[in-house]
């Protein structure tokens, strides 16, 4: 079985510290994901990364940043952690060139709090 | 850009009974994947279905089976003798078939809820 884990089911942090969420996948995926995810509004993806020390902004990557030095650990990093950051986020990985199926794993996401 | 539009918040159906969640999705190209995902209460998000575009057929996957109607863009999941654990959210995502990475578009997601 394919085995997504995430540092921390939940955490609180206060505005302006810095943030690690710690994302590591044991089926040598080359695709990593970080989303996070809203009430109303879905998965959204912050940043993907296709390859060690190779990353993508995805669609909302303002206030965040990625480090991928080996191949299954993809953190999501808040330089300067914000109140509008708090969220569930959820890492996922899959394997390219894929089989047809092209599916995510998903790690059991962590809940962050920025007070 | 790609958009996936889930229309239906929250929906909720009787045990043993059949429901149908919607999703219609917008886009350009004639390639591509859709897929519904499951994520139960606290627990991790999976794959239900998958869909390619070049099939006609609709996929199924024992309880679970799609009506996809490519020219209508729309991509719904029906699930049939629901149970209990079916109860999640649901969301349906879409994957362009070009580009080198795998990257997913999500809907908003429905709440299913199942009543005993």
């Known amino acids: 079985d394919v085995k997504v884990t995430q540092s921390s089911r939940y955490l609180v942090k206060r505005t302006g510290e810095k943030v690690f969420l710690e994302c590591v996948q044991d089926?040598?995926?080359?695709?990593m994901f970080w989303y996070r995810q809203d009430p109303g509004l879905g998965l959204r993806l912050i940043y993907f990364?296709?390859?060690?020390?190779?990353?993508e902004k995805g669609d909302i990557p303002e206030g965040y940043s990625v480090s991928r030095e080996k191949k299954e650990r993809f953190s999501l990093i808040l330089e300067s952690a914000s109140t509008n950051q708090t969220s569930m986020y959820l890492c996922?990985?899959?394997?390219?060139?894929?089989?047809?199926?092209?599916?995510?794993?998903f790690g059991p996401g962590t809940r962050l709090t920025v007070t | 850009a790609q958009t996936v539009t889930q229309s239906q918040p929250e929906m909720s159906v009787q045990e043993a009974e059949t429901v149908t969640l919607s999703c219609t999705y917008d886009?350009?190209?004639?390639?591509?994947?859709l897929f519904w995902y499951k994520q139960p209460p606290s627990r991790q998000m999976i794959l239900v279905i998958r869909?390619?575009?070049?099939?006609?057929q609709n996929a199924t996957e024992n309880r679970f089976s799609v009506n996809f109607q490519k020219a209508a863009k729309s991509f719904s999941l029906k699930i049939s003798d629901s149970q209990l654990g079916d109860a999640a959210m649901y969301f349906c995502?879409?994957?362009?078939?070009?580009?080198?990475?795998?990257?997913?578009?999500f809907g908003t997601g429905t709440l299913l809820a199942v009543q005993p």
């Open positions: 996922a990985s899959s394997i390219y060139p894929g089989p047809i199926s092209y599916e995510q794993y």
């Open positions: 869909q390619e575009a070049y099939k006609q």
């Open positions: 089926m040598d995926h080359e695709n």
């Open positions: 990364s296709y390859d060690v020390k190779m990353k």
């Open positions: 886009t350009s190209e004639s390639d591509y994947y």
């Open positions: 995502a879409y994957r362009s078939a070009t580009g080198a990475t795998n990257k997913l578009i």
